[in-house]
């Protein structure tokens, strides 16, 4: 599978839960004040991500984290556990987003590297690069899409031991 869209609460296993991310000074003035991930309950307050995360910052796909409950919502307090994979964002320059030519074109020569996205709006994507994945090859490309005019990009998080 090389997209993974959002799914619904009701295609998610019972032991998912969302734990609140609470994003920088600079997203809460444009507006966007957390961001809830799905994760695994391993535990009373230690949870396996399963999203991609898409505004925060310093995490990726299979962090082992730390949560506490707050107002009956689980809140982010710190990692435990890296799980090694990185994360990283583009914004697709062609209003089609995911589905135009030059994404889809670019995203042939991504593939092969075991990445997978998730979308937000057509345009905005988040990447997972796994831990068995050459980040450095991942990141060549990303740069070849951006200097093609396909899409900008920016690190979130590197897990990878570089």
């Known amino acids: 599978m090389t997209k993974k869209d959002h799914l619904d609460d009701v295609d998610r296993s019972p032991r998912l839960v969302k734990i ?9 003035q444009k507006g966007v004040e957390s961001e809830n991930l799905w ?27 730390v949560a506490d409950v707050v107002d009956g919502q689980f809140q982010f307090r710190n990692v435990a556990l890296r799980g090694g994979h990185s994360t990283y964002r583009i914004l697709v320059k062609d209003p089609s987003g995911y589905e135009s030519q030059g994404f ?16 937000a709006k057509r345009r905005w994507i988040a990447i997972d690069v796994p831990p068995t994945s050459d980040v450095f090859a991942v990141y060549r490309l990303l740069e070849k899409g951006e200097a093609a005019g396909t899409w900008t990009f920016e690190e979130a998080h590197c897990g990878h031991a570089v």
């Open 39 to 65: 994760a695994e309950s391993l535990d009373e307050d230690r949870f396996r991500l399963d999203s991609i995360p898409f505004y925060a910052y310093g995490v990726s796909l299979a962090d082992v984290v």
């Open 104 to 119: 889809q074109q670019a995203w042939r020569e991504i593939e092969p590297l075991n990445c997978r996205y998730e979308v």
């Open 20 to 28: 609140n991310f609470r994003l920088s000074a600079d997203d809460r």
